[in-house]
């Protein structure tokens, strides 16, 4: 009897921290896997701010960042998005390396971009649109850089971000060593098609602690990035595009 009636009242509590999913938010849930359904690229999210931009004026090096979660939300903070600079935000939340192909000729070659920065691979070893790999990233990644030198623009490869523990279970998903296994991919593929290697990694990782996860003070669930990290991380991108425009 006991057992039971611990068991219920457990049950109690998870159905009091997790309350039944309303009707209101079923349709809304139904409604965004709907339009993601019919814009599985996310050719939308952007089409319509990239009309209303002028071409590229003579000697002006527009910058694109091309990636998922952690370029999106750069600037939705308190930390700005490169204010000042021809630089634009092409991230969209939790997109992969296939979707970003999609968009990339929008997006990126469109925009008249002299660099880009992709950020890929981290949804796709989450599994966010179904099953993603070393081999399959590599794949899109490579697509993406024939496209860009086709049209003479830069390329710079974002390295994996690591995950915590720190507030739930993140490293699950995205273990610390297949993040670092795939970071040493994108090395070797900017190191083989003469890109930039960008390593957000090294200056996010606690190397104190030895177990390979992002410090607990640059996220605030674990996975995404916060604003001091996006402190840390703003020199390595500026130093890695002016690297790029060197080179042009």
Known sequence: MKLLAGLLLLGSLVSAQEPAPTVASLTAELKAAQHQLADWGGLTVYGSDNTEIPPAKPGENRVVFLGGTLTANWGKGKVPFFPGK?????????????????????????????????????????????????????????????????????????????????YAQQTRRRPVGKIAAINGTLRDIATETGSIYLNYYSVLVNTAAGNRQIKKELTDNGIDPNDAAYVLMAPLAEKAIADALASK
């Not at 008249?112 to 950020?119: C, H, L, M, Q, S």
């Not at 070393?134 to 030198?149: P, Q, R, V």
């Open 86 to 166: 021809p630089w634009f935000n092409r991230g969209i939340p939790l997109q992969t390396t296939p979707q970003m192909l999609v968009r990339f000729r929008q997006d990126v070659v469109d925009l008249g971009a002299k660099v880009v920065v992709i950020e890929g691979g981290f949804n796709d070893i989450g599994m966010v649109m179904g099953p993603g790999s070393e081999g399959t990233i590599s794949d899109h990644l490579h697509s993406m850089i024939d496209i860009a030198k086709a049209h003479g623009i830069k390329v710079i490869i974002a390295s994996l971000p690591p995950v915590c523990d720190c």
